[in-house]
């Protein structure tokens, strides 16, 4: 990963010059060389631009691309597929660039407090009539070699959200890439100015490693979170029990808040199994001071067994589905 893949990517030109750096030799693709393993076509409409595209990818398969509306080299190259994927998909590809993003807020409450309001979660989603759903929209970023753009953009529309809609004290729960942060005394400042910018309490957002990451690198996971907490702000890991968020993972990470994933929450009033790990995951967060939060529920059987067992927070469809202006929570803990 480098800077650039954080900035805003060369536009979309339906007509220019398509650069490619290859050792191969593109001559009989009717390619000029410039040296230096530069190429460069002319071309006109996108139908002809992805032929071009393609033809290259059929005869080297380590290049990389640029498009420019002049004759002038960009500053920077994709790989080739990265290159054909946001021509593929250019309209999700300008919703990305153009920041046309928003968040919907589910409420979190708290079950040892007679179910007070504690936050929302914020969860991003597109603008306009036509959804693309999170999971497409994660899912072209990552093979268009957008991914920190798209990251970085929904943690602004979620300190947006919290500006708009929720008072202070009111946590506002922010998913976030430990992968597209390669460095989170820098790659983070942007999401600092934003706290600033808008003039939000720090001790109010809670920055939350998102479920779909894979972590493999748990030292860096560490460094970005005390990165966060550095600047006044509260960090979670979600999922606890599933992928990599282990029992062990908290005794190094110590995160404040810990969500139990919803495998765990489903008939756990039922389920000896189930039972038996909240019982751990509880041991453990008293040891460590951790607040701990049961996500997904949806039967109030769930939410009177986790009440009853000490968990603290509670999320799900029950008390509230995430709506695009902040929604009261449903009166369930007496």
């Known amino acids: 990963m480098n800077c650039i893949q954080c900035g805003i990517p060369f536009s979309l030109h339906e007509n220019g010059y398509l650069y490619i750096k290859s050792t191969e030799d593109l001559s009989e693709l009717s390619f000029e060389f ?28 380590s290049s990389s691309a640029a498009l420019s509306s002049k004759k002038v080299l960009p500053a920077f190259t994709v790989p080739v597929q990265q290159l054909m994927v946001r021509l593929q998909h250019s309209e999700t590809v300008s919703l990305i660039q153009s920041g046309s993003l928003i968040s919907y807020l589910q409420p979190i409450i708290e079950l040892q407090k007679n179910g007070d309001l504690f936050g929302y979660e914020s969860l991003l989603r597109t603008g306009g009539e036509e959804q693309i759903s999170p999971g497409i929209l994660f899912s072209i970023a990552e093979q268009s070699g957008m991914l920190s753009l798209l990251d970085q953009r929904a943690r602004e529309a979620a300190i947006k959200a919290k500006k708009e809609h929720l008072k202070q004290g009111i946590k506002s729960f922010i998913n976030f890439l430990p992968s597209t942060i390669y460095n989170p005394d820098f790659c983070l400042q942007h999401t600092f100015e934003l706290v600033r910018k808008y003039d939000i309490d720090p001790a109010d957002l809670v920055f939350e490693v998102v479920e779909t990451e894979k972590i493999e690198n748990i030292s860096h996971l560490k460094k970005v979170l005390e990165t966060y907490k550095r600047e006044g702000m509260k960090v979670a890991l979600d999922d606890v029990g599933a992928g990599f968020s282990t029992l062990e993972v908290l005794k190094i990470l110590n995160p404040d808040i810990v969500k ?39 039967r109030a059987e769930e939410l009177e067994y986790c009440r009853t067992h000490g968990v603290h927070l509670a999320q799900g469809y029950l008390i509230g589905k995430p709506t695009q202006q902040p929604s009261i929570p449903k009166e369930l803990v007496k």
Do not use: P
Request: aromatic share 8%; charged share 30%.
């Open 34 to 61: 410039l040296g230096e393993s530069v190429w460069v076509t002319e071309y006109d409409g996108y139908s002809r631009l992805i032929n071009k595209i393609e033809n290259v990818r059929n005869c080297s398969s």
């Open 260 to 298: 139990i994933d919803r495998q765990f929450i489903d008939h756990c009033d039922q389920e000896s199994r189930k039972q038996q790990f909240l019982a751990e995951v509880m041991k453990l967060s008293r040891e460590l001071n951790i607040t701990v939060l049961a996500e997904g529920i949806e």
